[in-house]
């Protein structure tokens, strides 16, 4: 793979050509400013400290801390003393068609579905790797990175696999506490359909009447799992997706609301601001000044 996987301006970071997954250091000093993208990042301090700015607030971090954000979520570095971050990184669209079954995985969706956004956290989930736990994700990351110099339609299955590795070495230590139990497949199901169909009219009584289920028990069921109910998780998948959009397209306001299910726009604009505390003209004009969208569309997924 190229070395122009990962591009960026100063507020937006996204994948160029076809690559869908990378892993790299990065060192910063002083500031790193707030930024966005399209995809999940995972970043494994490795050196330094520094305080992590994002929607949660400033925390300060040190070598081990290890931050997982959802695509589209904001963040960026402050007050950095020799910070090296080992960045992993990978696309929304592998998530959902490759990554698929990780949904099913009791460790895996916690960490990259349900514990990002249950207790209000808002997309970001934080844990700490210790050395041993380090050294093995961090050589896993290694080999995804030397794989960039490889054809990639040769070695797409390698780089799959890295990621999963590394994956499990993060997911295990968020473990504790995690039901060892497999997802109910009730839970599953409505998953697989709000995101096979995210614009549609959903309702709950529909969700419930499609798996023969009263609307009451499916709530409580999909809350025990993911943390939130049914359709805060719909209003979940559609922020994102509409965050994608603004990024990565030129299509108006109103044309991305209605695209994911809200025709009503300033209904949309409340929804998109109670998730990224920014209007969705505010997230497109923060994070895309100056840049030529139809070429970010273009390189990107």
């Known amino acids: 793979m190229p070395p122009e996987t990962i591009e ?25 400013r707030v930024h966005t993208h399209s995809f999940v990042e ?31 979520v904001w963040h960026g570095y402050e007050d950095c003393h020799g ?8 696309s929304a669209e592998l998530l959902r068609q490759e ?16 514990g990002p956004y249950v207790e209000r956290r808002r997309g970001i989930l934080t844990t700490h790797l210790g050395p041993a736990e380090r050294a093995q994700c961090f050589a896993h990351l ?21 990621v ?16 060892a139990e497999p997802v109910h497949p009730a839970v599953l199901e409505v998953m697989r359909r709000i995101e096979a169909d995210p614009a549609r009219n959903w309702t709950l009584t529909d969700l419930a009447d499609g798996l023969h289920l009263a609307p009451g028990y499916l709530v409580r069921l999909f809350k025990s799992v993911t943390g939130l109910p049914p359709m805060a998780f719909l209003s979940r998948h559609r922020v ?26 300033n209904y949309f604009a ?3 601001r109670a998730h990224y505390g920014l209007t969705a003209t505010e997230y497109r004009t923060r994070f895309t000044r100056g840049i030529d969208l139809g070429a970010v569309r273009r390189s990107s997924h």
């Not at 990565?248 to 109103?254: A, E, F, K």
């Open 142 to 162: 290694d080999a995804l990175a030397e794989l960039r110099t490889q054809p990639q339609h040769l070695h797409r299955t390698d780089m799959i696999a890295r």
């Open 83 to 90: 910070l090296e971050v080992y960045n992993f990184c990978f």
């Open 8 to 32: 960026q301006t100063s507020t937006l970071v996204y994948f160029g050509d076809d690559a869908f997954a990378y892993a790299g250091r990065h060192r910063h000093e002083g500031l790193m």
């Open 42 to 72: 995972i970043a494994i301090v490795s050196e330094g400290k520094a305080v992590h700015h994002s929607l949660s607030g400033r925390q300060p971090i040190t070598v081990g801390d290890t931050i997982l954000l959802r695509p589209g």
């Open 270 to 272: 409340r929804r998109f």
């Open 240 to 265: 994102e997706l509409a965050a994608e959009m603004l990024l990565h397209s030129d299509r108006t306001v109103r044309a991305i609301a209605e695209r994911v299910g809200w025709p009503d726009q």
């Open 164 to 179: 999963v590795l590394a994956l499990g070495c993060v997911a295990r230590a968020v473990g504790d506490g995690v039901p």
């Open 99 to 114: 990554l698929g079954w990780t949904r099913d995985d009791p460790l895996l969706g916690h960490l990259l579905s349900q």
